[in-house]
Each structure stands twice: as structure tokens, then as C-alpha cells.
């Protein structure tokens, strides 16, 4: 695994083994990292990263100098990777140990950002986006991003905007108008 831009272009990560998780590909990585490049502004943007596994996609916002990042998963060894990886390379980020749904429930706050990339089976996958449009998770023009194998269909979920595929991988982006956002 390797940051793909930012300020630590290029570092490769060397991540354990025994970490329970299927890390996004590079080259979707990077085409996703060039469609919100052209999109946000990173410096003034609050990202949430669900299911963060590795850490890879939060280091991927923390490379590009993102106002406020958090990462949320419920193992111990997947966030002490992250908290040790993050240390190592000077990055600011708050780590959280929660289940992403009870996460979401209990959050109040608002991101110009939120990716998620649940296990690929998980039966329950739409109720991310519920839980983020009932909370009003996402500010004005934010994206929550969903990244779901080919069997998993969200289109049919409020706000879509748009399905990517790369290879095996599909990234679902919803969207809130400047009027909708709460």
C-alpha cells in the first residue's frame, strides 16, 4: 500500500497481516482521489472515514492536509495500526474504537466528506446512508461515499448522484443540495 498524493506522495505502508480487512485498490484509490481533488477543497474540509481498516484512505485526506479527520472502526488492531502509522508520519487525526452504526447514531457532527467501506457481504450496507441523512451528517454540497462490490445496488437511495466502478470496485456518491443539508 502506498500514498498515492499530498505531502507524502509515495511513502509506502507496510501493513500487518493479520488485520482483519480488504484494503481499497490503488488505482481506485487514485481515480477517486482525482475526482474529489477537483471537487473539495481539502484544507477547509472535515472528513470522516468509516470502517477504516488500514488507515489508507485517511491517510490519503491526511497527506492532502484536511481540516479535521476521523477514523472509526471497532478493531483494536486495525486503529492501533492507524494511531501508530499516524504518529510515524506526523498526522493529525482522532481515532475512534466504535461500531460504525452505534457511531453514527450518536453523532452530531457535520463533514464536507464521509467515505465508507464496510465488508463487501454486509447485508445491511443502505442503512449507512440512512443514518447519515437522519443524523444530518453531511454539510451543504457534502459526499458520502459508499465503496461496495458489484452485487450491492444503492442507486435507488435519496440523493445518488453517481456510480463509479473500478475493476471490483464501485464507489456509490450521494450528494445534499445547499437547501437540503441540515
Known amino acids: 500500500m502506498r500514498i498515492i498524493g499530498g505531502t507524502h506522495k509515495g511513502r509506502v505502508i507496510k501493513t500487518p497481516r ?18 474529489l481533488q477537483n471537487r473539495f477543497d481539502f484544507t477547509n474540509c ?16 491526511a497527506s492532502r492536509g484536511v481540516e479535521r479527520l476521523v477514523s472509526v472502526d471497532k478493531s483494536n488492531k486495525c486503529l492501533a495500526f492507524i494511531r501508530a502509522t499516524s504518529e510515524t508520519f506526523g498526522f493529525q487525526l482522532s481515532v475512534v ?20 467501506d ?18 444530518h451528517l453531511l454539510k451543504p454540497g457534502g459526499w458520502l ?15 445518488f448522484k453517481e456510480q463509479r466502478r473500478y475493476g471490483g470496485v464501485n464507489f456509490s456518491i450521494f450528494t445534499t443540495s445547499p437547501a437540503e443539508a441540515g
Not at 493479520?18 to 475526482?35: C, G, Q, S, Y
Not at 452504526?101 to 453523532?107: C, E, S, Y
Open 18 to 35: 493479520d488485520l482483519p480487512v480488504r484494503p481499497t485498490t490503488d488505482f481506485a484509490k487514485e481515480a477517486l482521489f482525482n475526482i
Open 46 to 61: 472535515a472528513v470522516l472515514d468509516l470502517f477504516s481498516g488500514t488507515g489508507h484512505i485517511s491517510f490519503e485526506f
Open 97 to 116: 474504537r466504535n461500531d460504525v452504526f452505534d457511531f453514527l447514531k450518536q453523532n452530531t457532527g457535520a463533514y464536507d466528506i464521509i467515505f465508507a
Open 145 to 159: 461515499i459508499i465503496e461496495h462490490g458489484e452485487r450491492t445496488r444503492l442507486k435507488h437511495l435519496t440523493h
Open 118 to 135: 464496510p465488508p463487501y457481504d454486509l447485508k445491511n450496507i443502505d442503512e449507512i446512508h440512512h443514518l447519515v441523512e437522519a443524523q
